[in-house]
């Protein structure tokens, strides 16, 4: 019998040293909050964790801080700012500083991490570049055991296939891959459906200036054996006091 898991998903973080630094540590650290107050099973973050490759050791050490709070798999995959390349800030970054709960997952042809604890498999493929040629839905796996299966992938999803434009997802693809959530990142507004069995979703950005929502927000997954995945956009309560600070 597989048991239920609660998922907390975020993406599109956008951590950066410029003048609203702050302001986007104070909403991932609001995300950290919410993983522990719900209780959440997994964390996943589902790309541009960081705004872009040349990052300072200050953003990188709080990144270790914050996710050194949560105690449950956390697993990570890059994106198109902070992707794979020779400067890559992920390349830099150790972290066994946070503990041993957060993977990242760093292979280009894909990675499936299992998690024997709770019933759940994990893949992501590590995106080298942001092109026509990057496809992150391509190799994904099929269903191991009698496991959670569950997908990470940064890029755009489109209806039509043929659309020129880089690291596209595609419904086809989604279908095709049988995972019980598809954990997207990439657009900046939180958006899910449904193709096949799978719920494939946006979660929504956590700081609300890099979105188009009035509050940030992530999204809080249920997967309960013998149903279909449900997930809700969650906002994140910006506390003023905290703001101000
Ligand atoms: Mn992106």
Redesign the pocket.
Do not use: Q, R, T
């Given at each position: 019998m597989i048991r239920q898991l609660r998922i907390a998903h975020t993406?599109?973080v956008h951590l950066n040293d410029e003048s609203d630094g702050h302001r986007v540590r104070e909403a991932f650290s609001m995300v950290v909050d919410t993983v522990l107050e719900q209780e959440c099973d997994l964390f996943l973050i589902a790309?541009?964790l960081f705004d872009q490759n040349h990052i300072k050791k200050n953003t990188i050490d709080f990144v270790y801080e914050q996710l050194s709070r949560v105690s449950c798999p956390t697993v990570i995959i890059v994106?198109?700012?902070d992707c794979w390349d020779a400067d890559s800030v992920m390349k830099r970054m150790d972290f066994s500083h946070a503990g041993s709960h957060v993977t990242l997952l760093d292979q280009a042809s894909g990675q499936q991490v299992a998690f024997p604890d709770l019933h759940a498999t994990v893949w992501g493929r590590c995106m080298l570049d942001?092109s026509l040629s990057n496809k992150p839905m391509a190799g994904a796996p099929s269903r191991k055991d009698n496991l959670w299966h569950i997908g990470m992938a940064?890029?755009l999803y489109v209806e039509d296939p043929d659309t020129a434009r880089s690291s596209l997802i595609t419904p086809q693809e989604i279908e095709a891959s049988g995972f019980d959530y598809l954990a997207m990142?990439?657009v900046h507004a939180h958006r899910q459906m449904f193709h096949g069995e799978t719920l494939a979703c946006y979660p929504g950005v956590a700081a609300a200036h890099m979105g188009t929502q009035p509050h940030g927000c992530m999204a809080m997954v249920e997967l309960t054996p013998g149903k279909k995945a449900k997930a809700v956009c969650l906002p994140l309560k910006q506390d003023p006091v905290r703001l101000r600070a």
């Open positions: 993406s599109d790309g541009d994106g198109n700012h942001h940064h890029g990142g990439h």
